[in-house]
């Protein structure tokens, strides 16, 4: 068997086999989200999907690890504990945040530090091309600014994933979907290695898996545990090759737009940037009368269509046009959405 194969079916068949088990604890240990809210679902949901997305990502790595075993004097060294203890250490509040509904301030510390530990692990910001001269480099300096404009990145990421947990399977698969073309861009890249390649790779596996469960109709949630596992791994193995960050924004576009556009329309309200409500697009579209599977199978789409531009197109500044476009395509339909609301109200 291929080792890609062999790395994304173990992490597949492990997260298959331990979604159930989850499932029966979280409602055996009432680890569970009440009937209603925002997702508006019809019996108790049980939380705890971050278990086996962490259990089979971190088999499939063990695995990876000991067949690649990175060599002594490579970065790899010190990236591997960067991102798998990273894990460890934003799922542990993740569950923290399922058992005692913590407040945003705590799920922020737990956020700063999972980006502690990536930051002493070399997992962090520090140069990007510059998308107008492909020959130059920006660098960033000095170290306290690396480390708040990788907060930025990864803080910002985690909550992307956490705003779009919103409709059945939408979150796994738009997350599943950015780590495969994560691992396809290092393959084209020959960066084959097992932080850039690998990794991506097993928890593509172990989230493709959970989604059996996940996918509308839901029969188990990812708990913010699985979100913020989801939204780390995807901020710190962007970060460990550059070319993947446009990957990233492109394949998380329309929630990273539709999250943004939100925070500003909170304010623009007087209401708190992080109060939860149904005015992200995924809810407006349901509120409209699609239905949850068209509406996740589109992003899944859109997803595709834009990671596919960001593996294939040559150029950086081709990548920002599209984005560009993408964008105010994006935000003006959210304008547009939110100043109806406005008049609704006004009646």
């Given amino acids: ?42 019996h108790q949901m049980p939380l705890l999907g971050g278990l086996p997305l962490l259990a089979a990502y971190l088999v499939a790595a063990a695995i990876a690890i000991y067949l690649w075993r990175p060599p002594a004097d490579t970065r790899d060294i010190l990236y591997l504990p960067g991102v798998l203890l990273g894990s460890v250490v934003i ?9 005692y509904d913590l407040s945003y301030t705590w799920q922020f510390v737990i956020q700063v530090a999972a980006t502690a530990v990536a930051r002493g692990h070399e997992i962090f910001i520090e ?8 020959t130059s480099v920006i660098i960033i300096e000095p170290d306290f600014l690396i480390f708040v404009l990788t907060l930025i ?31 396809w861009h290092s393959f084209r890249l020959g960066q084959v290695t097992v932080p850039a390649f690998y990794l991506p790779l097993a928890l593509a596996g172990a989230s493709v898996g959970f989604l059996f469960f996940n996918f509308a109709p839901a029969r188990i949630f990812l708990g913010t545990a699985g979100v913020f596992l989801l939204g780390y791994n995807l901020a710190t193995l962007a970060i460990l090759a550059p070319a993947k960050w446009s990957t ?37 579209l349901a509120d409209s009368g699609l239905s949850t599977r068209r509406i996740v199978l589109g992003y899944y789409g859109v997803a595709v269509v834009f990671g596919s531009v960001a593996v294939m197109a040559s150029s950086a500044l081709t990548k920002i046009v599209i984005l560009a476009g993408l964008g105010t395509a994006v935000l003006g339909l959210l304008i547009w959405l939110s100043f109806q609301a406005d008049e609704e109200r006004e009646k």
């Fill in 127 to 134: 140069r990007f091309r510059n998308p107008f001269d492909p």
């Fill in 153 to 183: 990145w990864i803080v910002s990421l985690i909550n992307f994933v956490n705003w779009l947990d919103g409709l059945d399977g939408l979150a796994t698969g738009v997350g599943t979907i950015a780590l495969l073309f994560f691992a």
């Fill in 91 to 99: 799922f542990a509040g993740g569950i923290l945040d399922d058992l």
């Fill in 248 to 284: 990233a924004l492109l394949v998380l576009a329309v929630p990273i737009i539709d999250g943004v556009w939100l925070v500003i329309d909170r304010i623009r309200h007087g209401q708190s940037p992080m109060k939860g409500d149904r005015r992200h697009l995924h809810f407006r």
């Fill in 1 to 42: 068997m291929p080792a890609y194969l062999l790395i994304f079916t173990t992490a597949l068949f492990v997260s298959l086999a331990l979604t159930p088990v989850a499932r029966r604890l979280s409602l055996r240990w009432g680890v569970v989200r009440e009937p209603g809210g925002r997702r508006r679902h019809a």
